[in-house]
């Protein structure tokens, strides 16, 4: 009986997670095609062509200083090579639209970079040009510097894994080091590092903070716009679905790519390669490129943040913000809670019972990573308000009274919104922590008598503990990042850090906007630290599950 419980409860957490993907291609069919043919008409190419160009600027952001930092660090030392190992990962604990918020800040025309320019050489506001940071380029540059983390783990576990023997053999047949990491070492890591840039690109196509705050029209952007400003839940849900298909295709390909990832396997620890030593000038080159990508992605940016918050003069424990740090750490709490549960439902389920249901059971309650915040939203808030709607119209006719907005005013819809949308990350961390437990485990705790729920509470979850806390730690900062979900479902007068942060940069006063943010990032840090303490903990040997680790961020 207990198994069968067990089981229903594994069924209901999937389904969860799958429906709101499911209810927004209904709503999309569904709904007025009016506003659509507008669209079609007039902005509907601007966001494809904008989404393009960025998710292509991004991939080849990543790519290059992912993968780049990733093969000097791993095959060779150089002054800070150590240190770099673990600060190259830092960035991962800024959301994108916060590091926006700390460039814009930084490189307006008001700013302290053009104040100083101006003042150095006496140029007027039209002596002289300066990139405009508020712009796409700007918008995949705050991109490309946070999620670079991606790749460069991704890279790094797999250079780690090479052999010396293929190296050695290419350059033995006369290639020089740079030709033998071209024709040799990256052929045999692509795999992962495409693996890596994908993960970077369905990020990319679901950030709503950053191209909003740089006023680049993109899918997510239209979902938002076609919703609040033009009331158009119809539209709204249409755009979703094009971006959902851009994104489950973007899933597919990551999934096949990862299968390929893991088919390289590394030699004996004889075989692997001793990195060499880069002396002179090479070496402070490789370490200029490594310091690059920490400087701007995580140093500048918290210094200039915290400049701003101390020159806007708000305190963090005003009773204001006291309000909006107890409602984040109330929906990620609860979040985190409920996603993991059932993260280890489902992942119990899938162990007692493999085969195709259950690999379909986790790769639909998993495809929330591929889906942006909004598509989430839409996906829920369509049919939910529809029912609301139903209920009061009935409520009325029947006796006279509205009931109002029933689920979708509800706290917990948000919760379920997030348990669907990082449903993976509880569910890949938790598939790492289960692939280092041995089946006999199961078999012996069956001979004692075991049944299912005894064995889970008794056996896998003490063992399992540390996987359970680290996905439980991932769920919790992503959910106090997420920004599209929450701005479109949120209750009234519920407000978030990141909702405040970006409220306050869409009114241009980024220096109050820095408070939150800076609480963002100091949270965000939390799962950067985990994978850090794994870096420093493995050193140059193939750091175990960085598959879910970059994922589940």
Not at 29 to 49: D, H, K, R, S
Request: charged share 10%.
């Amino acid at each position: 009986m207990g198994e069968r419980i067990l089981k229903i409860l594994a069924w209901i957490a999937a389904l969860v997670c799958m429906a709101p993907i499911v209810a927004a291609g209904l709503a999309a069919f569904t709904g007025n095609f009016a506003t659509w043919t507008g669209l079609v008409q007039t902005v509907l190419p601007g966001y494809i062509l904008n989404t393009l160009m960025l998710v292509g600027l991004v991939a080849s952001g990543t790519a290059a200083v992912g993968a780049g930092a990733a093969w000097l660090v791993t095959m060779f030392r150089f002054p800070g090579s150590r240190l770099f190992e673990v600060l190259l990962v830092l960035p991962l604990a800024f959301p994108a639209y916060v590091l926006a918020y700390a460039y814009t800040d930084l490189l307006q025309h008001s700013g302290p970079v053009q104040t100083l320019l101006r003042e150095v050489t006496g140029w007027g506001p039209r002596d002289y040009w300066f990139p405009n940071v508020r712009s796409l380029p700007g918008a995949a540059l705050m991109l490309v510097c946070v999620l670079y983390p991606y790749v460069y783990l991704l890279a790094r576990t797999a250079f780690a894994k090479q052999s010396i023997s293929a190296y050695l053999a290419a350059r033995t047949l006369g290639r020089g080091p740079w030709r033998a990491f071209w024709q040799v070492s990256l052929p045999m890591a692509r795999p992962a590092i495409v693996g890596g840039v994908l993960l970077t690109v369905m990020e990319t196509i679901a950030d709503y903070g950053t191209v909003a705050h740089f006023s680049v029209r993109t899918f997510s952007t239209g979902i938002y716009q076609a919703w609040f400003s033009m009331g158009d839940r119809g539209a709204a849900a249409q755009l979703a679905l094009c971006l959902l298909s851009f994104a489950l295709l973007l899933a597919a390909l990551e999934r096949i790519q990862r299968g390929q990832a893991r088919a390289h396997t590394r030699g004996a620890r004889a075989e692997m390669f001793d990195p060499q030593p880069l002396e002179g000038l090479a070496g402070w080159i490789a370490a200029f490129f490594c310091f690059v990508p920490v400087f701007v992605g995580f140093l500048l940016p918290v210094v200039v943040l915290t400049q701003m918050a101390v020159d806007s003069g708000q305190s963090l424990f005003d009773p204001r913000y006291m309000r909006f740090v107890t409602n984040s750490l109330t929906l990620a709490a609860a979040a985190a809670l409920v996603t993991v549960t059932g993260a280890v439902l489902i992942s119990f389920r899938a162990r007692l019972l493999p085969g195709r249901a259950s690999r379909v059971m986790v790769l639909g309650a998993g495809l929330g990573y591929a889906v942006p915040g909004g598509v989430i939203a839409v996906g829920i808030l369509v049919p939910l308000a529809a029912l609301d709607n139903t209920i009061s119209d009935w409520a009325r006719a029947t006796f006279g009274v509205s009931t109002g907005l029933i689920f979708t005013g509800s706290i917990w819809i948000l919760v379920l919104a997030y348990m669907a949308r990082f449903m993976a990350a509880g569910l890949n961390t938790l598939e790492a922590g289960y692939a280092s437990l041995s089946p006999n485990i199961d078999a012996v705790s069956r001979t004692l008598g075991l049944a299912p729920p005894r064995m889970l509470g008794r056996v896998h979850l003490p063992i399992m503990r540390g996987s359970i806390l680290a996905a439980a730690l991932i769920v919790f900062v992503d959910t106090m990042k997420e920004l599209p979900a929450t701005m479109i479902m949120r209750p009234f007068n519920f407000d978030t850090l990141a909702v405040q942060a970006h409220r306050l940069a869409a009114d241009e006063r980024l220096e109050q906007a820095a408070v939150p943010s800076l609480v963002i990032v100091a949270i965000g840090l939390l799962p950067v630290l985990l994978v850090c303490r794994q870096l420093a903990r493995h050193g140059d040997r193939p750091m175990p599950g960085p598959e879910a680790l970059a994922t589940a961020n």
